[in-house]
C-alpha cells in the first residue's frame, strides 16, 4: 500500500499488533528486504519480544549492523548470522557494545570463512589510537576462534614491536604466532617462552635462529638445555 492509504496508515497506527498477528500466523521463513526489516527492528512501537521473535524467524541478511538502532539486538542477529560477514560489522559489534569478543561474535566469526579486510588506520581514526591493539589482543588470547579463523584474522592486521605476555595460549594457536611472527624473538619473549611455553621452545629458536644466536651470545642468556 501507498503511505497514505488507509491500510498503510492502519499499520502504521497499529504496527505491533500487525506483527504480532504477522508472528502467529508464520509458519516459514521470513523473507522481506532489508528496508522492511529495519523499520521494524528500528520502530520504537515494535516491543522487544516481536523484535526477538521475528529475528529468530528471519532469513534476510542486514548489510550494516549499525542500521540497526537498539543494541541489544545485536547479539540476536549475529547468533541467527544475520548480520554480513564484513570486518567493519565485527569491529562495530567489539568496539560499539560491551560486550567486546563474547560468544556471539566468535561463534559469528566461526560460522564464516570468507575472507576480511581490516583496515588499521580506519580503525584508529574510528575508534581511537589504541583501537587496532585492542582488537589485535583480544584476538590473539582467544582460544575460542577456529584456528583458520584465527590466524586469517592476525594475517591481516599489522602491529610493530607486539610484546607476547599472555599465558595460557593453546598448542595450536601458539604455532600460528609463531609462524606468524606476532611471538618475535628478543631477550623478553625467549624468557617468557622458556618460562609459559617450553613445549614449543626449540620451534620458536628455530624461525628465529639468528636473532636468538645474537642473545646467547652474551652468557647470561644462554642455556645449555637448548
Known amino acids: 500500500s501507498r503511505p497514505q492509504e488507509p491500510l498503510a496508515i492502519y499499520v502504521k497506527e497499529n504496527i505491533n499488533d500487525y506483527i504480532t498477528v504477522i508472528l502467529?500466523?508464520?509458519?516459514?521463513?521470513?523473507?522481506?528486504n532489508e528496508?522492511?526489516?529495519?523499520?521494524?527492528l528500528n520502530n520504537s512501537d515494535v516491543n522487544?519480544?516481536?523484535k526477538e521473535e521475528y529475528i529468530e524467524l528471519l532469513g534476510t541478511k542486514i548489510q550494516n549492523i549499525q542500521n540497526v538502532d537498539d543494541r541489544d539486538l545485536w547479539r540476536l542477529l549475529l547468533r541467527n548470522?544475520?548480520?554480513?560477514?564484513?570486518?567493519a560489522n565485527i569491529l562495530s559489534y567489539f568496539f560499539e557494545t560491551e560486550n567486546g569478543l563474547d560468544t556471539y561474535l566468535i561463534?559469528?566469526?566461526?560460522?564464516?570463512d570468507?575472507?576480511?579486510d581490516f583496515d588499521t588506520e580506519m580503525?584508529?581514526?574510528?575508534y581511537g589510537e589504541s583501537a587496532v591493539l585492542t582488537f589485535f589482543n583480544a584476538i590473539v588470547k582467544c582460544n575460542e576462534l577456529y584456528n583458520e579463523r584465527y590466524e586469517h584474522i592476525l594475517q591481516r592486521?599489522?602491529?610493530?614491536?607486539?610484546?607476547?605476555?599472555?599465558?595460557?595460549?593453546?598448542?595450536?594457536k601458539v604455532l600460528i604466532l609463531i609462524e606468524l611472527g606476532i611471538i618475535q624473538m628478543s631477550t623478553t619473549e625467549l624468557l617468557f617462552m622458556r618460562k609459559n611455553y617450553k613445549e614449543h621452545l626449540m620451534y620458536f629458536i628455530t624461525k628465529n635462529i639468528t636473532e636468538y644466536i645474537e642473545i646467547v651470545k652474551d652468557s647470561k642468556y644462554f642455556s645449555i638445555d637448548e
Open 107 to 112: 561463534q559469528f566469526i566461526n560460522k564464516n
Open 157 to 172: 592486521i599489522h602491529i610493530d614491536n607486539y610484546k607476547f605476555t599472555h599465558t595460557g595460549i593453546q598448542n595450536e
Open 35 to 40: 528496508f522492511a526489516v529495519l523499520e521494524i
Open 24 to 32: 502467529e500466523n508464520c509458519s516459514d521463513i521470513i523473507e522481506d
Open 123 to 126: 580503525i584508529e581514526n574510528q
Open 48 to 50: 522487544y519480544e516481536n
Open 81 to 87: 548470522n544475520l548480520i554480513r560477514y564484513s570486518a
Open 114 to 116: 570468507e575472507d576480511l
